[in-house]
């Protein structure tokens, strides 16, 4: 009989990464299942939800090879309860697994492993290595202004461009809903198989990633690669495969505002904490607050049509001319949250137009800023 | 213009507890509300939801004293931004206030004070003073038993019951749910106004005096009593008034099993990690466990119709006949919870027959024990 052993602590870490995708999807029976594939002194662990494929290699003492499909939730749910030991899983003829550890026995009901769809095939060679601090800080600054919209699909994603300025190789990753912008560069960065017009990651998967990464610093590398229809993201022994968004992305080098003149220098944390106290006033649906300019001065307020009204002046550098434009004080308070400087800049130019925000100073090789519409308030 | 000042921290901590029972009724737009009455050296907060009603006293500095009523929802929510200053607050003409903190200025709307529901007049001198640790602990050993479903309101609550054994006076606390029952017992616990056939006091109120009591040590005493329709409770400067629920409590005695002669004994511990693992196979609506008992053993066993089976055998003290009987997993686990012995006592008749879980000792003054109906399995 065809059976595995595996410590608890090894078996947990593979079936804890597969929640997120496997029987995410409910369409197919088998995509609430996880692969489990043991051979040699590995044990591969599969799920997909047919958009996002996970595959981790975990350690395991195999006696004979072989492969099941079994519930991924249920499965979790049995290892999770299991006290820290090995446990032994072994295959049955009617494609069941049955579980060992100590006095407690499982029988799980599995389903022909031969039916579980595949991951496409990658190719080892492709990959090029990359800063996992790195890709998760550009992740971080572009992901919160991707479209939830399932109707704008190819808004629910990051475009990965690979650019260059001033002969050097740039990574951008740039997000939009429509209502705001964020990109960010990073200098010496080059993944292969990104085609010109940049390729569009979902924000699910885009998210998995970041969840994998979670807080390994920057001395582990990241394998990534793309071709036409999917990336592929190589870290520790998981690789993760996601099927890239078929859309346009929209033109945003056209919509980055060039004549925003006025320009103004403010404390970033003071400026969050003013827009939350602000925006309580301000209407559930179009959280708008209103920035009135003057010299040396801000001044935001909010209307609530059954609460009441708000407002608050806060000291800023500024020595343009009186001004006032509508935002939408969530969208200022999230970009703001991705900008690692303490004072940021803001560039306006009318009350008709977007406003860009930037770090007051750009920190070694990246860049970025976001752009925000303005609302008439 | 009538006005107060009041510290940022003094003010929260009020207004967070008034959350909970402020606005959870919508059928009143004044229920979203909270009073504020302010006068000498104090701010009362009121907030009610007609079942609990919550009156907290604070410190201010009163300018001329006078009442509002706004939003309690809104009015945390701005408070929380703000920072730990002093916050002046101004009633307006409109029934409006003007909250004012730093250079941020917030105008609340605002209802008539007046038509506020006012809570029932408590006197002072009937409290009887308990420890807020022995409450807290007797809420949570009953409160896990009550019945959520609303149809079945008389068991929505926590029965107090005022009883003497030996000479001695005890407070009971009684709920159940039709499927189990929890009853605890503290000697030289004496409460004003309990009445023979106890009082029910609601879910909700029980949960609310637990949330208020907190990690509060047993050092602080806690003020109780009953009037015929309400209970009064009563923590530093915090007054819960509860509304009783109006019903027939069952005949709690009746059911209390007489002739369970199996006796086992086992490890509270284990018995939950097993039972978490074996039931992680039962099935979701029922959460039926098998309990198959012989000689200083007992296998816990279950079968899922889609995913599978688990059995587990537990080495326990018994020295009985072999016995088979279905429990609902969770229902012993919740009991199991709050038992505080490291050994727990299981007492049974036969499958058809209710079971009994106890302490393996009684600890001091208090004593306890669960009922739990048997299933057909």
């Known amino acids: 009989m065809t059976s595995f052993e595996i410590d608890k602590r090894e078996f947990i870490k593979g079936l804890s990464l597969m929640q997120s995708v496997a029987g995410r999807k409910t369409t197919l029976p088998i995509l609430s299942h996880i692969l489990l594939e043991w051979e040699k002194n590995f044990l591969f662990l599969t799920g997909t939800d047919l958009e996002t494929g996970i595959c981790e290699e975990l350690i395991a003492t195999v006696h004979e090879k072989g492969k099941a499909s079994v519930s991924a939730k249920k499965l979790y ?6 006290p820290e030991e090995t446990m032994s899983i072994q295959k049955k003829e009617n494609q069941w697994i049955t579980l060992q550890c100590g006095k407690s026995v499982f029988n799980l009901a599995g389903l022909d492993p031969e039916e579980f769809p595949s991951l496409p095939a990658y190719q080892e060679e492709h990959f090029s290595t ?3 601090q790195l890709i998760r800080e550009m992740i971080e600054k572009t992901v919160f202004a991707a479209s939830n919209e399932e109707s704008r699909y190819h808004l629910n994603g990051v475009l990965f461009v690979q650019t260059k300025q001033g002969g050097k190789e740039i990574l951008r990753m740039v997000a939009t809903d429509g209502h705001r912008l964020s990109l960010v560069d990073q200098e010496n960065l080059n993944i292969r198989g990104i085609e010109e017009k940049g390729m569009i990651v979902p924000k699910k998967g885009v998210l998995e990633i970041r969840k994998i990464i979670g ?15 999917h990336g592929f993201f190589k870290m520790g022994k998981s690789l993760t495969v996601i099927r890239l968004i078929d859309g346009e992305f929209p033109e945003y080098e056209q919509v980055i505002p060039k004549g925003n003149d006025k320009r103004l220098v403010m404390s970033k944390e003071k400026m969050v904490s003013s827009l939350k106290r602000v925006s309580t006033m301000a209407s559930e649906r179009m959280e708008g607050v209103k920035i009135s300019l003057k010299k040396n001065s ?3 307020s909010s209307t609530h049509q059954d609460f009441g009204d708000a407002k608050e002046e806060v000291e800023v550098g500024y020595e343009g001319p009186p001004l006032q434009v509508g935002f939408n004080a969530r969208y200022l308070i999230e970009a703001l949250h991705v900008m690692e400087t303490e004072e940021v800049v803001m560039e ?3 009350e008709g137009s977007p406003g860009i925000l930037r770090p007051s100073s750009t920190t070694g090789p990246s860049s970025q800023f976001c752009i925000i519409m303005p609302m008439r308030l």
């Open 215 to 229: 807080d390994r610093d920057g001395e582990e590398g990241m394998g990534i690669y793309f071709n036409s229809t």
């Open 348 to 350: 306006l130019k009318d």
């Open 77 to 82: 749910e049995i290892v999770r309860e299991l």
């Open 130 to 132: 990359v800063s996992t």
């Open 298 to 300: 801000m001044e935001m």
